[in-house]
């Protein structure tokens, strides 16, 4: 039987009881949150497996809850399952830019719940599992390129000596450009690195085109500069600027 700790957020104190009993009939434990800021405060507390919320919540919603559990090192890898009671796709595109795992409408089918809850916790057991096979290895060296900052194990990122709060997903493009920053990265090929998902290259130029809207905002943002670090490449993709190119920004 399961012994995973499962954290549901909700304010439906009716729908928490019946996810509850659900999930608890499979043998998982389950904590519970009226809202986001309670989901906080238990997670600080709390070992947790995976979260399933509402997006819909008062104080701080899912949406709001998914970005903060993405900035927190030691939560950026728990599976998110978020609620919803409407499935538009402008609401599950910025969902998957935050890195939800998996949507679910309601009402909620009991067997579609425990399939995603399964299939989450089985993938995040296999991720872990691996990690911990794998031979020890030294700890990584921080990427620097021009004014930016990557630390990869510890999913922070500096411009000009300034922290940058980013999602799992746009943290994973820039540490995909800042791997290899002197060649021009396809879009089929970045979407593996933040979406984990293997499509076409329209497909995948939709998908990236909103993520990196975002992250080039954050990064000008906290430069204090209207200058992009990163080039558009049309037709093909995105790379950092050259040296060339960065050593000039303050000129």
Same mark, same amino acid.
């Given at each position: 039987?399961?012994s995973?700790t499962?954290?549901?957020?909700d304010?439906?104190k009716?729908l928490v009881?019946?996810?509850?009993?659900?999930l608890?009939?499979?043998?998982?434990?389950v904590?519970?949150?009226?809202?986001g800021?309670?989901?906080?405060e238990?997670?600080?507390? @709390?070992h947790?497996?995976l979260i399933?919320?509402?997006?819909?919540?008062?104080?701080?919603n899912?949406?709001?809850l998914l970005?903060?559990?993405?900035q927190?090192?030691?939560? !950026?890898?728990?599976?998110?399952?978020?609620?919803?009671?409407?499935?538009m796709? @402008?609401? !599950?595109?910025?969902?998957?830019?935050?890195?939800?795992?998996d949507?679910?409408t309601?009402? %909620?089918?009991?067997?579609?719940l425990?399939?995603?809850?399964?299939?989450k916790?089985?993938?995040?057991?296999?991720?872990?599992?691996? !990690?911990?096979?794998?031979?020890?290895?030294?700890?990584?060296?921080?990427?620097e390129?021009g004014?930016?900052r990557?630390?990869?194990?510890?999913? $922070?990122?500096? %411009?000009?000596? $300034?922290?940058?709060?980013? &999602?799992?997903?746009?943290?994973?493009?820039?540490?995909?450009l800042?791997?290899?920053?002197?060649r021009?990265?396809e879009?089929?090929?970045l979407v593996?690195e933040?979406?984990e998902?293997?499509?076409?290259?329209i497909?995948?130029?939709?998908?990236?085109r909103p993520?990196m809207?975002?992250?080039r905002?954050k990064? @000008?943002? !906290?430069?204090?500069? &209207?200058v992009?670090?990163?080039?558009?490449?049309r037709g093909?993709?995105?790379r950092?600027? &050259?040296?060339e190119?960065? &050593? @000039?920004?303050?000129?």
């Open positions: 039987m399961p995973e499962i954290l549901i957020v304010d439906d009716t009881t019946g996810l509850m009993l659900t608890q009939a499979e043998g998982y434990d904590l519970t949150a009226g809202n800021l309670e989901a906080l238990v997670l600080a507390q @709390s947790v497996d399933i919320a509402d997006v819909a919540m008062p104080k701080m899912g949406y709001q970005e903060r559990v993405r927190n090192p030691e939560w !950026v890898a728990i599976p998110f399952l978020l609620l919803t009671g409407r499935a796709d @402008s609401d !599950v595109r910025y969902g998957k830019e935050l890195g939800v795992d949507y679910l309601k009402p %909620i089918d009991p067997e579609d425990l399939a995603s809850v399964r299939g916790l089985l993938r995040a057991r296999i991720l872990l599992e691996t !990690v911990v096979s794998q031979p020890h290895q030294p700890q990584s060296h921080l990427l390129y004014p930016i990557l630390d990869p194990d510890a999913f $922070q990122v500096w %411009i000009d000596d $300034q922290p940058v709060s980013l &999602s799992l997903r746009e943290f994973r493009l820039l540490y995909a800042m791997r290899e920053p002197h021009v990265h879009h089929v090929e593996k933040t979406h998902y293997h499509t076409d290259y497909q995948a130029g939709n998908l990236l993520l809207r975002s992250l905002n990064l @000008s943002e !906290v430069a204090h500069r &209207s992009d670090l990163i080039v558009t490449v093909v993709g995105y950092l600027k &050259s040296e190119e960065l &050593s @000039s920004i303050d000129t």
